[in-house]
Each structure stands twice: as structure tokens, then as C-alpha cells.
């Protein structure tokens, strides 16, 4: 994996895998030279999990065309005497199937287009700019309003597993509103994922949620814009700590802005 390669001190390696901790079959003078960065620019003092992974695999593949390309670029060391090209990475470009992954109601739009390649190879799809705009409006309101129904029963029946009473509960009826541009974050809080990019130009942040004439702002709420984060990151990652640290405080420092902690998950609602 490109954006996160861990590469470990070869002492450390060493205290693992050498001397009376040697596993029998798998001398340690085995091991090192599977994460050995024996290429120009590597760092002989490293263990590199990636180059490990490469040397082990029976094939290696990016997640797409790009993808492959800087990774053939990246590991080409390893393969001494390969044109870059020639790197035995390839690339399976990620995707999803449509007829199952996208809404019946957004078929039925495809079908109004009069484009049949929209229902049956899931190509053309720009041809739906052509209906009217409130039509496709409509029923995207309409897909939020059944995400945010789902995203309150999860979240209910989450707190009820925890032990809540339904009684104590009224307030998930409250969480989320499809008629809130709303902006979320749900992943893994590494640094290289960048969580906080948002407030590195806080000045302009607080414009965009607060500002009276926002085109966001059709809406006769209070609150035109909601940023919310659900981020886990393990104890011991003090970079993905950090970040979430930063997080809650630039919530906390804003008298614009709401928050609120559940259990092991950070949830970050900064709004107007």
C-alpha cells in the first residue's frame, strides 16, 4: 500500500526474529534480506514492510492505471535491469457494479434521459444534465432523506446495544437533516488523510458557515452547513491522536460551533 509503507529500525527486527526469539526454519539472516532496501536511495538501517510484501508476492497490483504506474516507478529498485515499465506491478482499477450499487430511482432518471446505454452499460451518464433540474433535485432530496432515516435507526440501535434506554434516546430523532448541506468524515485518522485540511484557512471556514448570502444557504434553517467526523485512530498513533486533538479544539474555540464525544469515536459538528 503507496500511501502508508511501514519500515522498522533492523534492530528492532533483529530483538523480534534473532538470537533465542529465532523461529526454527526462519533464520533471521532469512528475513532481512526480504525487507532489505538494497536499491538506490533506500536506507540499509531499515526493514521496509512494502519491499517484504513484493519479494513474497506471487503478483502485485495497484488499484488503478495511475496507481500502478507510480508504484512500478516507486518499487522499480527492486527489479535491477527493468525498464520502469517492465515492473511486474499491473493495476485493477477499483469500481462497483451499478445495477446494484446505484438508487431504482436514479435508473428510472437514466431511463427518462433517453440515453440507453445508461440502464444497460452503465455509460453516458452526463446525459442526465439534460432532464430538468428540479426532477433530479427531487430525487436526490428524496435519497437523503432515506440516509439520514437509516443513519438515525443505525445509530439507535447502536445505543441500545450499549445499554440505552429508548426513552433516553429522543435525541437521535434530531441527529443529521437532509436539508443541511452536510459534509462528512468517517475513516482512519492518519496524518497522510488529512482531517484537518479543513482549518488551515479558518477565517475562510468560518465564511463558509456563517456567511449570510452563502449560496448553501436556500435553506430557512439555522444551520447551513454541517461538518461531521467520525474518526477512530489507534492510541499508540500519535499523529492521528494529534489530529484529532486539533479537531475537537478548533470546535471547542468557535462560539459557532457545536460538539459532542461518543465513546471511542470523535464526532466533530461544526456548523453556522
Not at 41 to 47: H, M, R, S
Not at 50 to 79: D, E, I, K, P
Not at 105 to 117: C, H, K, M, N
Not at 154 to 173: D, N
Request: proline share 6%.
Amino acid at each position: 500500500h503507496t500511501a502508508g509503507i511501514d519500515r522498522f529500525p533492523i534492530d528492532l527486527i533483529t530483538s523480534h526474529f534473532g538470537g533465542d526469539k529465532a523461529l526454527p526454519g526462519v533464520p533471521l539472516e532469512r528475513i532481512l534480506p526480504l525487507g532489505a532496501e538494497t536499491y538506490e536511495g533506500g536506507d540499509p538501517a531499515v526493514f521496509n514492510m512494502a519491499a517484504m510484501g513484493l519479494r513474497l508476492a506471487q503478483r502485485a497490483n495497484g488499484v488503478s492505471l495511475l496507481h500502478g504506474r507510480v508504484s512500478r516507478g516507486m518499487f522499480a529498485g527492486l527489479w535491477s535491469g527493468f525498464d520502469a515499465d517492465e515492473v511486474p506491478i499491473s493495476s485493477i482499477t477499483n469500481g462497483v457494479h451499478a445495477p446494484t450499487w446505484v438508487a431504482p430511482e436514479v435508473w428510472e432518471l437514466a431511463a427518462q434521459s433517453g440515453d440507453g446505454r445508461l440502464v444497460e452499460e452503465a455509460q453516458g451518464w452526463e446525459s442526465i444534465a439534460q432532464l430538468d433540474g428540479s426532477k433530479i433535485w427531487a430525487v436526490k432530496h428524496r435519497l437523503r432523506e432515506r440516509l439520514v432515516a437509516d443513519a438515525r435507526e443505525r445509530l439507535r440501535e447502536s445505543w441500545l446495544q450499549r445499554g440505552a434506554s429508548p426513552a433516553e434516546l429522543g435525541w437521535v430523532a434530531e441527529v443529521l437533516d437532509p436539508d443541511v448541506l452536510t459534509i462528512g468524515f468517517a475513516r482512519r485518522v492518519p496524518s497522510y488523510k488529512r482531517l484537518t485540511l479543513m482549518l488551515r484557512d479558518p477565517d475562510r471556514l468560518r465564511s463558509l458557515l456563517l456567511h449570510p448570502t452563502h449560496p448553501s444557504n436556500w435553506s430557512s434553517r439555522a444551520n447551513p452547513i454541517l461538518l461531521t467526523t467520525a474518526a477512530n485512530g489507534s492510541s499508540r498513533n500519535s499523529s492521528g491522536s494529534r489530529t484529532r486533538r486539533r479537531s475537537a479544539s478548533a470546535s471547542c474555540s468557535s462560539p459557532t460551533t457545536t460538539w459532542a464525544w461518543r465513546r471511542s469515536s470523535t464526532r466533530v459538528a461544526m456548523s453556522g
